[in-house]
C-alpha cells in the first residue's frame, strides 16, 4: 500500500497549515509560488546555476543520511541533468531518456515520506520560508519535467494526450477541515466555489474500491471523518483551445495536470496524479456508506496548463496576455462542464453556471476579437481507447519499475506461476490489462531468456495443466484463459521466432483441441492476408526510415499488421522507446493511415507528419 499521507492522507487545517486555498489566498499564494517558478527555471538553462540548484537541495535533503532505498534514487535524480526532451541546453551530458527518476521516486513509500511530502506540507503553509519554498518548487520542477517527457512519449495514447475521466480520491479529515469544505460549498458567488494547493501534487486513483479501502483508516481515530472524493477531470473545450493555440502559437499548452502513473508505482492502485488542480465544487453532502459516515465531494478539473521552461512563470507583458486568455478559455471550459453536471448534482445552480459560462465566451470575444461557439458536450467527453503496441524488447527499453514488473511477469509465466502472473494484472488498469498479454518477453543480453518470442498466450498454449487436481497455480491458469475472449487480447500473434506460430498453432500441435478453440482469432476487420502484408512492409520501412537507430538500440519487434483485423476500429499506438514519439496507425480499406510523432528540440509542439500507406 501507498503512503496513506501521499495517497489518500490526513488534510491538515489550521492557521499556518491550510487544507485549501480559496479566493483572494489562492491567488496570493499563486503569485507567490510563481515568482520561486520564476527564478528557478531562469536557472535552469544555465549549466553553472543548475548545478548551484541541485547542490542547494543536497544540502537540505542530505541523501547519505537516508537509507539505502532512498539514497540511491535521490543521487540518480540529483546527478547530471534532468530536462524536457524538446529543449537543448547543450548539457556536458545527457539524462538517460524516459526513466522519470523524479516520478519513480515521488511514487516510491520512502521517495514519499522522505522527500516528497516535504513538498505537500511546505505548499499548505501559508507563510513558508523561503529556502523551504524554493525546494519545494524545485521539486515540484523535477515532477514537472518527468510529468511533461512522460507525456511526450505517449503522445498516441489518448488517456496520455488528455487524460479525460472520472477519479476517485478519499480522505480522512478532522472537523476544522471540513467545515473548510463546507464553507467554500456555501459560498452563494459560484465563481468563488473553487480552491486549489498551487503546484501541490495529489494522487487519485480510477478504482473505487482503492478509494474506500484507504479511507476506512479513520476507525482509528474517532476525530477523522471519512471523505470521498469524485473528481471529472476534462480538457479544455478544442473550439476554444484552437482559438487560443492560433492567436498564441508558442505557447506551451499541456493536460499534464492529470496523468497515469501507475506503471511507474509499486503498489498498483491504478493511479492518476493530479499536479497544481484547481478544484470547482458542484456539491457536498453526507450520508451513510456500508454503516459509516461519509462527507461526498464532487468536484470538477481541468487538466490543462501552460508548465513548460520556456513558461518562466512571467505575469508580465506579453506572458501576462498569455495568462489572461487562457484562463478565460479555461474557465469557460469548466463553467460548461458544472452547467452540466449540475443537472445531476445541484439542479437550483444549472442556470447562474450557464450564466458564467456565456459571460466567459463574450469575455474571449471581446478581449480577444474571436468569435466562439457555445458547446455543452464537453462534460460527456472521455478519453477513448486505443490499442498499443510495446515492441521493446530490453529491459533498458522501459523505466526501471516498469521493466521490473515486465520481469516479474515473465518469470511468472515461464514457470508456470499463474497465480503470480495474476497479481501483476491486477496493479494494472482496466484498459491496459490486455498489454500483458501482447507482449513477448524482454532481455539483457547477459543470459538467454526461455522462449523469448512468446507472448503470455503462447505460454499459456505450451503450458497445459498435467494435473487433475486444481490447486492455486492450476486455478489461475483456467482464469486466464477464460480471459481470452476479451478481443483486446490478440490471437493472430506469432511468435518472434523463425516458427512464427499462433498461440492456436501451438494448442494444435499439442492435441490441446479445446485449448486450441479458445485461442482461434475472431476477425472483426476482413482484409486479404495479402494487402496485409504489403502494407506491413511499407510501415516497417517507414518506422526504418524515421526511427531507425531507436528500433535497433532496442532490438524493437515490429508490428504485425494482422493485430488490426481483430479490432472493431482497426487503430494501433506505436511507441518507440526513447524517441519521445511513435506511430500512431489506422486501417481504412486497403490503406494505412499513419500519423508519426517526433519531438523536435527547439519546437514547442511535436512535429505530427501525415501520411497514407497504399497495398499496391
Known amino acids: 500500500m501507498a503512503p496513506s499521507e501521499r495517497f489518500f492522507g490526513p488534510v491538515l487545517s489550521s492557521a499556518e497549515c491550510e487544507s485549501v486555498f480559496a479566493g483572494s489566498t489562492e491567488t496570493k499564494r499563486m503569485d507567490l509560488v510563481r515568482t520561486q517558478i520564476h527564478a528557478i527555471r531562469s536557472k535552469w538553462s ?333 462534460v460527456d467527453a472521455r478519453s477513448r481507447e486505443k490499442a498499443i503496441w510495446l515492441g521493446g524488447s530490453m529491459f533498458s527499453s522501459y523505466s526501471r519499475h516498469y521493466a521490473d514488473l515486465r520481469r516479474q511477469w515473465q518469470d511468472a509465466t515461464i514457470q508456470s506461476r499463474w497465480s503470480e502472473a495474476e497479481k501483476v494484472l491486477q496493479k494494472e488498469y482496466n484498459w491496459r490489462r490486455s498489454d500483458w498479454y501482447n507482449v513477448a518477453k524482454l532481455s539483457d543480453d547477459k543470459e538467454p531468456v526461455i522462449r523469448e518470442g512468446y507472448t503470455v498466450l503462447h505460454e499459456l498454449a505450451v503450458q497445459t495443466p498435467q494435473t487433475q487436481i486444481e490447486d492455486q497455480e492450476v486455478l489461475a491458469w483456467k482464469r486466464m484463459v477464460e480471459a481470452l475472449t476479451a478481443p483486446e487480447i490478440w490471437k493472430t500473434l506469432r511468435t518472434f521466432d523463425e516458427g512464427g506460430k499462433t498461440p492456436q498453432e501451438l494448442a494444435q500441435e499439442r492435441g490441446q483441441l479445446e485449448l486450441a478453440a479458445r485461442l482461434e482469432p475472431q476477425i472483426r476487420y476482413q482484409m486479404p492476408s495479402e494487402v496485409i502484408g504489403k502494407l506491413e512492409c511499407k510501415l516497417h520501412k517507414l518506422m526504418h526510415d524515421k526511427a531507425g537507430k531507436f528500433i535497433e538500440e532496442h532490438a524493437f519487434r515490429m508490428p504485425q499488421l494482422t493485430v488490426l483485423t481483430e479490432m472493431e476500429k482497426p487503430e494501433l499506438w506505436i511507441p518507440i522507446p526513447h524517441m519521445y514519439g511513435g506511430f500512431a496507425i489506422e486501417l481504412k480499406g486497403r490503406e494505412l493511415d499513419v500519423t508519426v510523432f517526433e519531438t523536435v528540440v527547439g519546437h514547442v509542439r511535436p512535429r505530427k507528419t501525415h501520411l497514407v500507406l497504399v497495398a499496391g
Open 46 to 378: 544555465n549549466e553553472q546555476e543548475y548545478k548551484k540548484l541541485t547542490s542547494t537541495l543536497r544540502e537540505y535533503i542530505r541523501p547519505e543520511r537516508q537509507p539505502q532505498s532512498i539514497r540511491n534514487p535521490v543521487e540518480q535524480l540529483l546527478q547530471g541533468f534532468n530536462d524536457y526532451a524538446d529543449t537543448d541546453y547543450a548539457r556536458t551530458s545527457k539524462a538517460t531518456p524516459e526513466q522519470h527518476a523524479a516520478l519513480e521516486l515521488y511514487c516510491s513509500e520512502d521517495g514519499y515520506q522522505y522527500l516528497y511530502s516535504l513538498i505537500s506540507r511546505t505548499l499548505r503553509i501559508a507563510n513558508a520560508p523561503t529556502e523551504l519554498l524554493v525546494t519545494a518548487v524545485t521539486l515540484v520542477e523535477f515532477l514537472t519535467i518527468d510529468l511533461y517527457n512522460l507525456r511526450l512519449s505517449n503522445l498516441g495514447d489518448p488517456r496520455y494526450a488528455n487524460y479525460q475521466g472520472i477519479t476517485f480520491r478519499g480522505l480522512s479529515v478532522t472537523f476544522k477541515a471540513l467545515e473548510d469544505y463546507r464553507n467554500v460549498t456555501c459560498n452563494k458567488d459560484l465563481a468563488k466555489r473553487n480552491f486549489a494547493i498551487p503546484l501541490g501534487l495529489m494522487s487519485s486513483t480510477t478504482d473505487v474500491k482503492v478509494m474506500e479501502e484507504f479511507a476506512q483508516g479513520t476507525d482509528e481515530d474517532p476525530n477523522l471523518h471519512r471523505m470521498h472524493w469524485t473528481i471529472h477531470i476534462h480538457g479544455i473545450d478544442e473550439d476554444l483551445l484552437n482559438v487560443y493555440l492560433k492567436k498564441y502559437p508558442n505557447s506551451v499548452v499541456t493536460s499534464i495536470c492529470a496523468m497515469p502513473v501507475a506503471r511507474l508505482s509499486p503498489f498498483g492502485e491504478k493511479e492518476i496524479l493530479l499536479r497544481g488542480a484547481f478544484f470547482q465544487i458542484i456539491s457536498m453532502e453526507s450520508g451513510v456508506l456500508n454503516g459509516y459516515d461519509v462527507h461526498k465531494l464532487v468536484v470538477v478539473m481541468i487538466n490543462a496548463n501552460r508548465d513548460h521552461t520556456t513558461e518562466l512563470g512571467s505575469n508580465e507583458g506579453e506572458k501576462k496576455l498569455q495568462r489572461d486568455a487562457f484562463n478565460r478559455i479555461v474557465m469557460a471550459s469548466k463553467y460548461e462542464v458544472c452547467a452540466s453536471l449540475a443537472v445531476q448534482y445541484s439542479a437550483v445552480d444549472v442556470v447562474t453556471y450557464n450564466m458564467l459560462h456565456q459571460e466567459k465566451l463574450d469575455e474571449i470575444r471581446r478581449m480577444d476579437g474571436v468569435d466562439v461557439i457555445r458547446n455543452t458536450d464537453l
